[in-house]
């Protein structure tokens, strides 16, 4: 007769330590039910992971979830609790027969809970109410915080299976834990008889451990002198501490405190004894199954430990109080050679969590995989080449999960950056982006309905007033998608240049253009003065309610709110406050000027839905694309390649501006920073120092061979490359919140704070003293220029001390000698105070090239005021690397700002000197070229001359 069949008769159970959907649908757990005795499962996320990765059962199910757009945490438990529930009905007979003593399938709530009371419980309640069966056991591990767990869950009528006992201690606290939950049900007048727990013991763990302490012990030279001798306990700590368990629990639950619970129908807490299959080839594969077969125990096996008994295992009736007083001995002679049992289980606890941990990580990262696999046809796809930094990033990807950061990010906890009280409150209050998606898709049709209506009105234009965060995303998107047929026109204007502000109004008709005042704080200078300005012409042009022509959109309470419903607007956005503004591109501050030039909001939301889920907190590091890029800019920043150099296809090139606000304003500070290079020529490895990392962001049916060729010699020369591949321009929904996760990350990585802005306000200080010296004298004191020539003027202090190494006889020695002051892990900046147009930016474009190819250093370009709000705070609050050239001009025909008593020009040049104050106080190497009238014409002699 089979072993297996004649346990029962001696009073053990045995269970499966396995469970998959392929051995339920192809009728092996039934057979092992039926014809072989089994009487119950267990299963981890070890089983779960080698379930799901070694086969196609799972495909259907992982697709109609990943359609359903469900987290891949969710997807993991919609799929544990199908097997469960399926294997729980096979067993059901089993269950009922034992009358609820056997037949139960054993399901573990996530082991990243072990040390959480109200986690565990919140878990635990959920696994069992979804599973729906009588016969399921939620699996809690024995830890201190999981033993008041267990308590409340048998209180609650759930079934236990307590996991994670090694020490005689610990299981103790269980078994008196699940004594008094039933007094608590028998004190209420509750029914306890089919209240039922198992206390897993694991076994061979602790062999594994107490033989690698015993095998250093060992002395082969003087082994005659050692008594006892360490070598004769190899292999029999784990079965005679399960042995003083049993005698523990024949003692607790025994007495007159256990007899009062048996005349209710109490039922003893069975031991189960786990980790039986045999870790060691020199023991027998038996080993942790014969010597413990006693009354009410359960053994759960593997299937290779369920063959061997099945084949030649031998019964002895009650071996679990065989041979106690070898027990006792043996457990005195480890004590005597120095093991300490109490250390080797607790060091076992503390391996145990990690040892459930990597395999749940790894069950995640297959579910991520593979629910990347069902959105091949919509969504991006990520691939890096770490260059020399390969050997560097396993430890941070390590780090970050024993840290548990994406977990800690989506519960946005502000330790991640800062540990201040001060930095924490307001960190806190940044963190609204990382969840917002859901809410806006709610909010999209009310956004739709508001744009349909300003369609119908026959709006031609719409002229976004606003600056960084409010202006980047909606130019990125008039740039990449353009105006849908029969929708306004959107125009952006975030240029103080006189020039800029006519520019638009020699685009529009005053009377059919709407004007979005966008501003977080509502009080932004430039988008306040534009607006003061447009309010002013619609009124003159005789519109009877001017305010019908405006929008708002603001935080709460700001003063721009009082100011639209005093004028009249025609609606006021208000966003919620918990988003920073260039954090906000998938808010009311970009899906509004989105829907009013026609674009599908709801299509770029659920874009970027699906990048929220890539990047979900169950999502190990390794496998999620934002907290894994985030991590890589963070180590480069730390191996200096802070250059962050991107390369985009014609299609997405638009994205570049939105992008490099994002991580220059997040995180250059604190002497740190990421420098983003945007619309740089790609060039040879020859042109570059180690200082560099490169993505190429591009469109599937825009690849270029030429970049992608370029890239590889980059990569063999030992450059991080990172390729961003998009199925469409809709991904760019998936693209902005990929990038505010990865800034995100890389700030936590760096050690900053990367949700505030502390240099910005020094150059908006520095321009309202100027504009007061201006009210006062009705000139600005710009000082001498330190070298004039050729319709040129350059300026700067004459007290910085790098001035000692410029010469200064001609206007091309001092340009070329400030430029050589320029070393390796430095970048030039170009900073110009006039209007955007495509010949003068394309001569800017070629002096980028050429200082590039020359000293080797990244170049940037930055248009005033716009880069205040953006690259600004890098160039102050970032590390002294940076070499700066701010261009003025003069003004053609100047425009007077309604209710103040200075022009558009006299704020820019205000602006541009006020800068100039900033960067000058913080020593930076920096100068003014003035250009005169002709603009163009002065460029192009600065080109000649370097």
């Not at 125990?297 to 299937?303: H, K």
């Not at 025609?570 to 030039?597: C, H, K, Q, W």
């Not at 006039?834 to 990244?858: C, D, E, S, W």
Request: hydrophobic fraction near 35%; glycine fraction near 8%; charged fraction near 25%.
């Amino acid at each position: 007769m089979n072993p297996l069949l004649k346990l029962i008769e001696y009073g053990q159970s045995y269970w499966m330590d396995n469970l998959s959907r392929g051995m339920i649908k192809n009728g092996e757990l039934k057979k092992r039910v039926t014809e072989q005795g089994l009487r119950g499962i267990t299963s981890n996320p070890d089983i779960f992971n080698k379930a799901i990765s070694n086969s196609n059962d799972y495909d259907e199910q992982i697709k109609h979830l990943v359609d359903e757009k469900r987290p891949v945490g969710e997807i993991y438990e919609e799929l544990v609790v199908k097997d469960v529930q399926d294997a729980c009905d096979i067993l059901r007979p089993v269950f009922d027969a034992s009358d609820g003593i056997d037949g139960y399938v054993s399901l573990e709530v996530s082991p990243y809970l072990a040390h959480d009371t109200e986690g565990t419980i919140e878990e635990a309640m959920r696994l069992y109410t979804a599973v729906k069966r009588p016969n399921v056991f939620i699996k809690i591990p024995g830890t201190p915080a999981g033993v008041p767990a267990i308590e409340r869950m048998l209180y609650k009528e759930v079934n236990v299976n307590i996991t994670l006992l090694f020490s005689l201690e610990s299981y103790e606290a269980v078994a008196n834990a699940y004594i008094r939950a039933l007094e608590r049900r028998m004190a209420e007048g509750k029914p306890i008889q089919y209240v039922t727990s198992v206390a897993s013991f694991f076994l061979s763990r602790i062999d594994t451990l107490t033989d690698q302490l015993l095998g250093h012990l060992i002395k082969p030279e003087r082994s005659q002198e050692q008594t006892p001798k360490p070598e004769k306990l190899l292999g029999k700590a784990a079965i005679a501490n399960a042995k003083l368990a049993y005698q523990s629990f024949k003692r607790i639950f025994s007495g007159d405190r256990w007899e009062k619970l048996v005349e209710k129908g109490a039922r003893v807490q069975r031991p189960l004894w786990a980790s039986t299959s045999t870790k060691n080839p020199f023991y027998h594969d038996l080993c942790y199954v014969e010597p413990l077969i006693g009354p009410n125990t359960v053994n759960t096996m593997p299937a290779v430990t369920i063959k061997a008994f099945a084949d030649h295992g031998i019964i002895v009736k009650n071996s679990v109080e065989a041979d106690n007083d070898k027990t006792q001995q043996t457990l005195s002679d480890l004590r005597k050679v120095g093991i300490d049992l109490d250390f080797v289980t607790r060091q076992l606890v503390n391996e145990g969590i990690q040892k459930f941990i990597d395999p749940y990580n790894a069950l995640m990262k297959t579910l991520a995989h593979m629910r990347q696999k069902f959105l091949t046809h919509s969504i991006a796809r990520q691939a890096i080449n770490y260059g020399e930094l390969g050997s560097t990033i396993p430890a941070i990807y390590s780090s970050m999960d024993d840290q548990q950061f994406t977990k800690r990010l989506f519960a946005k906890d502000p330790l991640l950056w800062k540990s201040d009280p001060e930095q924490i409150k307001s960190i806190r209050n940044r963190l609204g982006w990382l969840d917002s998606i859901r809410e806006f898709c709610r909010k999209a049709e009310g956004i739709k309905k508001f744009a349909d209506e300003v369609k119908n009105d026959n709006f031609s234009h719409v002229v976004l007033l606003g600056m960084g965060g409010s202006s980047l995303c909606p130019e990125v998107c008039r740039e990449t998608f353009g105006s849908a047929t029969g929708w306004p026109q959107l125009i952006v204007l975030d240029n103080t240049d006189p020039a800029a502000v006519q520019d638009v109004e020699s685009q529009i008709n005053i009377t059919s253009t709407l004007f979005l005042v966008s501003s977080k704080s509502g009080t932004t200078t430039e988008t306040t003065c534009f607006y003061t300005y447009f309010y002013e012409q619609v009124k003159q042009a005789g519109k009877e309610n001017p305010g019908n022509h405006f929008v708002a959109i603001t935080d709460p309470g700001s003063s721009l709110i009082k100011e639209a419903h005093t004028k009249g607007f025609r609606y006021t956005f208000e966003n919620p406050e918990d988003i920073g503004g260039r954090y906000s591109a998938l808010s009311y501050f970009g899906l509004v000027p989105m829907a009013l030039i026609g674009i599908d909001i709801l299509s770029i939301l659920d874009n970027a839905y699906q990048m929220q889920l890539s990047c979900g907190p169950a999502i190990p590091t390794e496998s999620n694309p934002g907290a894994t890029l985030g991590a890589l800019l963070g180590m480069c920043h730390r191996y200096s390649r802070n250059k962050v150099t991107f390369v985009f296809s014609e299609s997405v090139d638009a994205f570049a501006s939105w992008v490099e606000q994002l991580l220059a304003e997040s995180t250059g500070k604190e002497g740190q920073g990421l420098v983003p290079v945007i619309s740089e020529p790609l060039g040879s490895p020859e042109v570059y120092n180690n200082d560099r990392i490169f993505i190429y962001l591009y469109t599937i049916d825009q690849e270029n061979k030429n970049i992608k060729e370029k890239l590889l010699a980059l990569e063999k020369s030992g450059h991080p490359v990172v390729r961003i591949e998009l199925r469409n321009t809709m991904n760019l929904g998936a693209e902005f919140y990929r990038w505010e996760l990865v800034t995100a990350v890389a700030g936590a990585v760096i050690g900053i704070n990367p949700f505030d802005e502390p240099n910005v306000a020094e150059s908006k200080k520095n321009t309202n003293d100027l504009l007061s010296e201006w009210k006062q004298k009705g000139s600005f004191s710009e000082g001498k220029p330190a070298v004039e020539a050729e319709g040129l003027a350059v300026y700067c202090d004459n007290s910085q001390k790098w001035l000692s190494h410029i010469k200064q006889d001609s206007l091309s020695q001092f340009l070329n000698t400030f430029l050589s002051l320029a070393r390796s892990g430095d970048y030039i900046t170009l900073l110009p105070y006039f209007l955007y147009t495509p010949k003068q930016n394309g001569i800017l474009q070629t002096l980028r090239h050429k200082l590039r190819n020359h000293y080797k250093v990244a170049t940037t370009l930055g248009y005033g005021p716009r880069y205040l709000h953006s690259t600004g705070q890098l160039h102050k609050g970032g590390p002294d690397t940076g070499i700066f050239i701010l261009f003025t001009a003069d003004t053609d025909k100047d425009i007077q700002i309604p209710g103040e008593s200075w022009s558009f020009a006299v704020l820019q040049r205000g602006q541009a000197l006020g800068d100039f104050r900033s960067l000058n106080n913080k020593g930076r190497r920096l100068i003014r070229i003035h250009l005169g009238k002709d603009i163009e014409q002065g460029l192009k002699k600065i080109e000649e001359l370097l």
